[in-house]
């Protein structure tokens, strides 16, 4: 019974993230995303980024480790995106360590189409009762490991992403993910953010910035 309700759950949150996506690039975000190569006006994209503790309960990275991915990702997304990345409450930090324990089958994730099957598992209900805010914000969960990858993002389907100690401590893959989140997928050039690899560069294409802007989590509050 606790499969099937947790399937239920995740049918019903990826079918209104859906609804809330189309809404905001088709009405309320129409502007940039017809127009968002224009990068104008700022905008914003909030964050908090939510450390896991192993079985032992030691957290699987420190906040610190995280300063090099923030600092790179606020300046690609400004540079890119003219867009601040802040987070989620303007008095609280980027990055908190989860008191609470996390099941086996969150800390060792998958990425890939893995994920997607484990959004309708109690991994999926898992971050979505810990996120920090629907919609809006993005969630970034720092787990022990990620099944062949060191970061995973299903898009716009959810409001997280994870990243294992690897990701969180590379300077490029939080702004990667993140940018999954907001609609981007992967590209050819590994001059792009969005190359797959660590080699990846910073670089976007005009078109890029109309998704990216265009997302339900970039607003102008």
């Known amino acids: 019974m606790e499969k099937i309700w947790n399937g239920i759950k995740a049918t019903s949150r990826i079918a209104i993230r859906i609804i809330v996506e189309g809404v905001h690039r088709l009405v309320i975000n129409l502007f940039d995303t017809l127009f968002g190569f224009l990068n104008w006006p700022e905008k914003k994209l909030r964050v908090k980024i939510i450390i896991l503790q192993d079985p032992q309960a030691t957290p699987v990275v420190s906040p610190a480790d995280l300063n090099t991915a ?70 970034a969960f720092v787990v022990l490991e990620i099944d062949h990858a060191s970061g995973c993002s299903l898009g716009p389907l959810t409001d997280y992403v994870t990243l294992d100690p690897h990701g969180a401590k590379n300077a490029s893959t939080l702004a990667h993910e993140i940018a999954h989140a907001c609609g981007l997928w992967h590209q050819h050039a590994k001059s792009n953010l969005l190359w797959r690899t660590y080699s990846r560069g910073d670089e976007v294409t005009w078109w890029q910035k109309n998704i990216f802007r265009g997302s339900r989590h970039v607003t102008y509050w």
């Open 70 to 139: 923030i600092e790179y990702a606020k300046r690609s997304f400004k540079k890119n995106f003219n867009t601040q990345l802040l987070p989620h409450a303007s008095s609280q930090p980027f990055s908190d360590v989860l008191q609470k324990s996390a099941p086996h089958e969150v800390l060792y994730t998958k990425g890939s189409i893995g994920a997607l099957a484990e959004e309708f598992t109690l991994a999926g209900s898992f971050f979505a009762f810990n996120l920090i805010g629907l919609f809006y914000p993005v969630t």
